[in-house]
């Protein structure tokens, strides 16, 4: 079974504050994914890499960066977090060949005071 | 632009038939997916489907025609664990990144 790992489940932070969250996947997938998961707006993609060091911007990149380093952690950095960057975060990963179904992790529910 | 609309809620009665609609309007299609996401969980992977037609996996099914940009997801049997959301999402042109559909929340009664 694919293992998509998140740093952390629930995480406050406070406005102006640089945020890690980190990924990390067991199964030698190509690509990465980061997206933020809002009410009335669904799954919105930060950012996605599909090799070590290789990131390309999603629809929503502002505010974030990311990082791939290593071919199994992929991380997201708020580099001074906002209140509207209050959401639920959620890393996937995914094959680079076959239906490329991407895998999803447990999600970071980060909240911004 | 990239459009996926799908209807934020539905009700069923356990042991009913439902089928949930998904139109897109996409840069180019490469697949459309189906996801199942319990509530406070991550999104499970259900469907799916590249060419026209009907795919079947047990009491789940997914319909695709491409000409229409339309999909359904037709869940049989239903059960009470059946209650959650469930995302339509489409690959389009370019590399793998899905474009997600909002999510349809269905809610399974007694």
């Known amino acids: 079974d694919v293992k998509v790992t998140q740093s952390s489940r629930y995480l406050v932070k406070r406005t102006g504050e640089k945020v890690f969250l980190e990924c990390v996947q067991d199964?030698?997938?190509?690509?990465m994914f980061w997206y933020r998961q809002d009410p009335g707006l669904g799954l919105r993609l930060i950012y996605f890499?599909?090799?070590?060091?290789?990131?390309e911007k999603g629809d929503i990149p502002e505010g974030y960066s990311v990082s791939r380093e290593k071919k199994e952690r992929f991380s997201l950095i708020l580099e001074s977090a906002s209140t509207n960057q209050t959401s639920m975060y959620l890393c996937?990963?995914?094959?680079?060949?076959?239906?490329?179904?991407?895998?999803f992790g447990p999600g970071t529910r980060l909240t911004v005071l | 632009g990239q459009n996926i609309d799908q209807p934020t809620e539905m009700t069923a009665t356990e042991g009913a038939i439902v089928q949930i609609n998904c139109t897109y309007q996409?840069?180019?299609?490469?697949?459309l997916f189906w996801y199942q996401q319990h509530a406070g969980e991550a999104p499970t992977f259900l469907s799916y489907n590249v060419l026209d037609g009907l795919e079947e996996k047990g009491r789940f099914s997914s319909f695709l025609s491409r000409s229409k940009g339309y999909s359904y997801l037709l869940l049989k049997e239903l059960q009470m664990k059946d209650s959650a959301s469930y995302l339509c999402a489409v690959r389009g042109t370019g590399f793998q990144k899905l474009v997600f559909g909002t999510g349809t929340r269905l809610l399974v009664s007694p």
């Open positions: 199964m030698d997938h190509e690509n």
């Open positions: 996937a990963t995914g094959p680079g060949g076959g239906t490329n179904e991407q895998f």
């Open positions: 996409t840069s180019g299609f490469n697949g």
């Open positions: 890499s599909y090799d070590v060091k290789m990131k």
